[in-house]
């Protein structure tokens, strides 16, 4: 339920991947609005059942497709996708408020137009309420 500031701020570097038999994924969030003194927390992603759903599996494909695109395993860990599909500079955060509009539009729910970058974290907690 990372903010979008949070989402768009992580590092190639911030992603620790399971090695069998650990389970689940390891994100460093480096700094955040109510971490006061930028100590940083370290969030354990548990894999899921669901293949659909398994976020530590989605970062690892993720991962290797960046390779695969010759990506250096550095820098920023998101990246804003320019005409043709080509890699343009790090997301920003009006970047994954576009990206979740667009990606409602496209699930078909209603007013999509009123989802945005917040969605990715009320609807979280909601789901998990």
């Given at each position: 339920?990372?903010?979008?500031?949070?989402?768009?701020?992580?590092?190639?570097?911030?992603?620790?991947?399971?090695?069998?038999?650990?389970?689940?994924?390891?994100?460093?969030?480096?700094?955040?609005?109510?971490?006061?003194?930028?100590?940083?927390?370290?969030?354990?992603?548990?894999?899921?059942?669901?293949?659909?759903?398994?976020?530590?599996?989605?970062?690892?494909?993720?991962?290797?497709a960046r390779a695969d695109a010759g990506l250096p395993n550095d820098g920023t860990l998101f990246h804003h996708l320019g005409l043709g599909g080509k890699v343009a500079g790090p997301m920003t955060g009006d970047d994954v408020s576009a990206l979740?509009?667009?990606?409602?539009?496209?699930?078909?729910?209603?007013?999509?137009?009123?989802?945005?970058?917040?969605?990715?974290?009320?609807?979280?907690?909601?789901?998990?309420?």
């Amino acid at each position: 339920l990372l903010r979008r500031s949070e989402l768009v701020a992580l590092h190639v570097r911030d992603l620790t991947l399971p090695r069998p038999p650990a389970p689940g994924a390891e994100v460093f969030i480096a700094a955040s609005k109510t971490d006061k003194l930028s100590a940083g927390v370290h969030v354990t992603i548990p894999p899921e059942a669901d293949p659909r759903a398994d976020v530590p599996a989605a970062l690892a494909a993720y991962r290797q497709a960046r390779a695969d695109a010759g990506l250096p395993n550095d820098g920023t860990l998101f990246h804003h996708l320019g005409l043709g599909g080509k890699v343009a500079g790090p997301m920003t955060g009006d970047d994954v408020s576009a990206l979740v509009k667009e990606l409602a539009g496209k699930a078909g729910l209603v007013e999509a137009d009123l989802y945005s970058a917040h969605s990715l974290r009320a609807g979280g907690a909601t789901q998990m309420y």
